[in-house]
Antibody, heavy 115, light 110 residues
């Protein structure tokens, strides 16, 4: 059974850094793209970017290029999304999802950024 | 980049059939597969249709997906509506470098 399990909710202050994770199981992690999707409060889904863990090829939405970093560690079947300087506008739910078709989803990680 | 446009909301009565459309702004709808996701309040999205018309294991056959080249759109049809189908529904497709989501459709079953 394919499962994506994300790290827990985070509460941070503006300017702080953060790295959230998405641990995969039930399939060959290195052989499938895995991406990140943002959902701001009361809003729709926005694609952020995607990584192929086999060779770390990474693609970003123009809206998120330079704002976040996506990485993966295939030795522990885990993908990451990180920020180096959070803003209040980064407050959102973040989901990981497998593949360009995003068939399998994680449960989401709520990130709250507030002073 | 292309956009996917969905109606903001639809409503229908239990037992009836509803269809949600998703129109691609540029490029052909058949260029890449279309997926449909259901999101209930407070929950993560789940896939109901992938690759245009395939149901994920466990999804009732009341859910079906289709593609219409003439209108450059995809559709999600839910028959025999149940109150539990009340949710937001998103279409999605992609190209070589991007995924694109529709704005979402709120389905009310009343």
């Amino acid at each position: 059974e394919v499962q994506l399990v994300q790290s827990g909710a985070e509460m941070k202050k503006p300017g702080e850094s953060l790295k959230i994770s998405c641990k995969s199981s039930g399939y060959s992690f290195a052989n499938y793209w895995i991406g990140w999707v943002r959902q701001m409060p009361g809003e729709g889904l926005e694609w952020m970017g995607i990584i192929y863990p086999g060779d770390s090829d990474t693609k970003y939405s123009p809206s998120f290029q330079g704002q976040v970093t996506i990485s993966a560690d295939k030795s522990i079947s885990t993908a990451y999304l990180q920020w180096s300087g959070l803003k209040a506008s980064d407050t959102a739910m973040y989901y990981c999802a497998r593949g360009y078709s995003s068939v399998y989803w994680g449960q989401g990680t709520l990130v709250t950024v507030s002073s | 980049n292309f956009m996917l446009t969905q109606p903001h909301s639809v409503s229908e009565s239990p037992g009836k059939t509803v269809t949600i459309s998703c129109t691609r702004s540029s490029g052909s709808i058949v260029s890449n597969y279309v997926q449909w996701y259901q999101q209930r309040p407070g929950s993560a999205p789940t896939t109901v249709i992938y690759e245009n018309n395939q149901r994920l294991s466990g999804v009732p056959d009341r859910f079906s997906g289709s593609i219409d080249r003439s209108s450059n759109s995809a559709s999600l049809t839910i028959s025999g509506l149940k109150t539990e189908d009340e949710a937001d529904y998103y279409c999605q497709s992609y190209d070589d470098n991007n995924q694109v989501f529709g704005g979402g459709t709120k389905l009310t079953v009343l």
